[in-house]
């Protein structure tokens, strides 16, 4: 019988509350600290927009990501891949029901998905088409929710 081995689990990470605090009054001295800057930031993002956690630690696996140029990776599907990981512990654990991904990207999914969810909200108008498709959603669930609320459109 062949046997399969999982991959083990990281345990610990990046303390993004000491990176964002050892990053908040950067030295800016060359073209190489702005590159780290951004790098920093980018890890940052990643950690707690695209992939949080329940321990508020981002993930080492995403610092090779780093090295290359990345808007080329389907972030997409791994968006999609770490809120199905998430949902999957929910299921394993049985009952403690605590999400943990970018709830901006499922909220889009369904409303996308399933159109019972936005008979009341879109009010006769079309889905939004605006790129990314998250702020035309934004838009659509402002007005709906908070409508003396207006968004600055960016030029």
């Known amino acids: 019988m062949l046997e399969v081995k999982s991959k083990p689990k990281l345990k610990g990470g990046v303390n993004i509350q000491k990176l964002l605090k050892h990053f908040e009054r950067p030295e800016v001295r060359s073209t190489v600290d702005v590159g780290i800057l951004a790098k920093a930031f980018i890890f940052y993002s990643l950690g ?6 329940r321990s508020r630690t981002g993930q080492p696996h995403y610092l090779p990501l780093l090295a ?3 808007h080329n990776y389907d972030w997409g599907s791994v968006v999609l891949a770490h809120i199905k990981s998430d949902m999957g512990g929910i299921v394993k654990k049985q009952g403690k029901l605590n999400l943990c991904c970018f709830s901006l990207a499922l909220t889009v999914f369904a ?8 008979q009341g909200i879109l009010l006769g108008s079309n889905l939004p088409t605006e790129l990314p498709l998250s702020l035309g959603w934004i838009d659509v669930l402002v007005k709906y929710f908070r409508p003396s609320i207006k968004r600055k459109k960016a030029e």
């Open 68 to 70: 290359e140029p990345i």
């Open 111 to 118: 409303l996308e998905r399933f159109p019972s969810l936005t």
């Open 48 to 53: 707690i927009i695209l992939f949080p956690t």
